[in-house]
Structure formats: C-alpha cells, structure tokens
C-alpha cells in the first residue's frame, strides 16, 4: 500500500502516528507531494479526486481517502483495538471527530496567513476558527479528560495530532492557558514514540 504524504499534515499524521502504534509503519509506503490550495499533485489528484491528502492506494489499486476512513480500515485490517465496540464507540468516533474540527479550523487559519497576501487576509474569519479552535480545547479539558486517561484509542490519537499541529502553527496564541489538565496530559502522549517518530518539520 502507498500513503499520499506531507509531513506538515495533521491529517497524515494521524495516519502514521496510528501505523505506529500498530507497528506496521514498514507496511505502508509513503510517498511525499508537495500540493497546495493552488497547485495539484497529479498522481495525487490521479488516485484521488479531491487532491486532498491523506489518500491510501490499496494493494488492488483502489483508493481510501479522508483520514477517518483510512484510520478505521487499517485498524480493522491489521486488527487494531483503536475503535472500540459499545457504547463507548460512540464516545471514541465522536473525541476523534472533535480533534479533525481543531485541525480544519486550524488549517484553514493557516492557509489565510500562509497563501494569501496580507492586504487580502481576513483577519474576522481568522479569529472566527480560533474560536472555534480555542473553545473545542476548552470542552476537551473541562469533559473529556477521563476518557483520554483510559486506554489509547483513535480520539487519543486525533486530538493528540490537533493539539500537536496548533502548537506548530499557531504556538503563540497559548491553547494551554487555562487548560491545564489537558496540557499536563498532550505532554505525556506528545512523548510516546508514535508522536515522536512522526514530527513535523521545523520553520
């Protein structure tokens, strides 16, 4: 199998940090591409419509895209405990469903700042994803953390890589101020070896 790539990515990471915690991170080739908002990998764009990344080439040709629906088929192909069965299954889609919302509204600030020129910058629109960004963070410390003290599962994962991807771009609004339990918890989870091993770049 082959996995469209970026290192920058949240999205990828939350694939790679779960292969990881599979150990069948040697069983998916990656393969890096450099895409933008306006400028498309062909091969990406050629395995998946939307050129959005990640995207996962199956061994018969076909593709799986959107990070939850590549997470849940790998944990389901490798046998992966990552979404477990019962009630608590509901509470695991959902953890992991608010990690991805932190992550969308935090690349699209990004985007703002990085791609557009500043005189076009909306700085209203980027402030309306911050609070967004800023007041999901605060329900994950205020009724969530007993769920991200119980064992790993795909929720840990995906907010772990949100969290991990506002402090690479946006370090400097302070998502930790007033959220100290969950804090206290990003930096344990941010030195297990699947977190590690996946780092984004630096600059």
């Known amino acids: ?52 990344i990640p995207a996962l080439v199956r061994d018969n040709g076909t593709t799986l895209y959107d990070s939850r629906v590549i997470t849940a088929f790998l944990n389901d192909l490798y046998g992966g405990r990552m979404y477990p069965t019962g009630t608590s299954r509901w509470e695991t889609l959902t953890l992991e469903a608010t990690g991805d919302g932190i992550m969308d509204s935090a690349v699209s600030m990004a985007y703002e700042a990085r791609l557009r020129p500043e005189e076009m910058q909306y700085g209203d629109w980027i402030e309306a994803q911050w609070t967004k960004v800023s007041r999901a963070i605060s329900v994950l410390n205020a009724r969530w953390m007993s769920h991200l003290s119980g064992p790993i599962d795909m929720g840990h994962i995906s907010v772990a890589c949100a969290l991990s991807y506002v402090d690479f771009r946006h370090g400097a609004r302070n998502w930790r101020a007033g959220n100290d339990a969950l804090a206290k918890w990003h930096e344990n989870f941010d030195s297990r070896a699947s977190m590690q091993a996946t780092l984004p770049p630096v600059g």
């Open 1 to 52: 199998m082959k996995l469209f790539h970026s290192p920058a990515s949240p999205f990828v990471r939350k694939v790679v940090v779960l292969l990881h915690e599979l150990d069948r991170a040697d069983e998916v080739e990656i393969s890096d591409v450099t895409s933008t908002a306006f400028a498309t990998d062909e091969g990406l764009a050629a395995s998946n419509p939307l050129a959005r």
